[in-house]
């Protein structure tokens, strides 16, 4: 994986982890520059996608996969994206407030929540990308 990956450069090192979906590891590389996505095949060791995020500052946070939709969900520093877990196209996105995130994102099926510890609020979508607005 580390191969896979290439140099890592932010303040505070590594704080994603990898999720395993299927035969697939995914990894979320958020970086000062140059951030990307990366997902390997977890027997081979090969790498089956690498979605390039030059737009996005470093991060935290650890991907979600929406198995029922085949979607893996990252939260950023421009908001949350959905890529296809075969492709690593993005399907969807919602703009964020441009800070640096560390917040995991979760689900309850229906709706996907961010919480920003800076403004004590929480981010809710619908599993479209679609703002269903913030919790204070």
């Not at 990366?38 to 470093?58: Q, Y």
């Not at 990252?74 to 800070?99: F, Y």
């Not at 979760?106 to 996907?112: D, G, L, M, N, S």
């Amino acid at each position: 994986m580390a191969a896979s990956a290439g140099s890592f450069s932010n303040n505070y090192g590594m704080g994603s982890s990898p999720v395993v979906h299927g035969e697939t590891v995914f990894l979320q590389c958020d970086l000062r520059k140059e951030s990307f996505i990366v997902a390997v095949d977890k027997r081979t060791g090969r790498v089956r996608w690498r979605a390039t995020r030059p737009a996005v500052l470093e991060g935290w946070t650890t991907p979600l996969i929406l198995p029922e939709s085949g979607e893996l969900v990252a939260v950023s520093s421009n908001g949350i994206e959905a890529l296809d877990v075969i492709t690593g196209k993005v399907r969807w996105s919602l703009q964020g407030n441009n800070g640096i995130m560390i917040p995991t994102p979760v689900t309850e099926r229906k709706e996907i929540d961010r919480y920003d510890p800076r403004v004590r609020a929480t981010d809710v979508s619908d599993l479209g990308g679609n703002r269903q607005g913030t919790r204070f």
